[in-house]
């Protein structure tokens, strides 16, 4: 089992960044693969940045030069870095990590078995 809280949410103006932090704890060492999705109100959870078997990111197109993923491994914490935050960007952002073997394609959300509980994020004007 691996455990994933998500922290670093908040209320930001837009044009600011914020850094998000998801911690990892259990057995860590089991996930392939981990990411970031987000599901704002009323729609389908959305991808936004991955780091894959090979430690290569991935990105959601639309949202690439914005999001910046990364991990520290001694810290067991994967990172969100998001600038110039934008009104469509309000969300709850989750982290999620696959399974040990896992090397398919990380776009989906069905590629994660381990999902953090999300933290909010809000742009104001």
């Known amino acids: 089992q691996v455990q994933l809280v998500e922290s670093g949410g908040g209320l930001v103006q837009a044009g600011g960044s914020l850094r998000l932090s998801c911690a990892a704890s259990?057995?860590?060492?089991?996930?392939?693969?981990m990411a970031w999705f987000r599901q704002a109100p009323g729609k389908e959870r959305q991808f936004v940045a991955a780091?894959?078997?090979?430690?290569?990111?991935y990105y959601a197109n639309s949202l690439k030069g914005r999001f910046t993923i990364s991990g520290d491994n001694a810290k067991l914490t994967l990172y969100m870095q998001i600038n110039d935050l934008k009104p469509d960007d309000p969300s709850v952002y989750y982290c999620a990590a696959s399974g040990p073997s896992y090397s398919g394609t990380v776009y989906f959300a069905e590629a994660y078995i381990y999902w953090g509980q999300g933290t909010q994020v809000t742009v104001s004007a």
């Open positions: 780091i894959g078997i090979n430690r290569s990111s």
């Open positions: 259990g057995r860590t060492s089991t996930s392939a693969s």
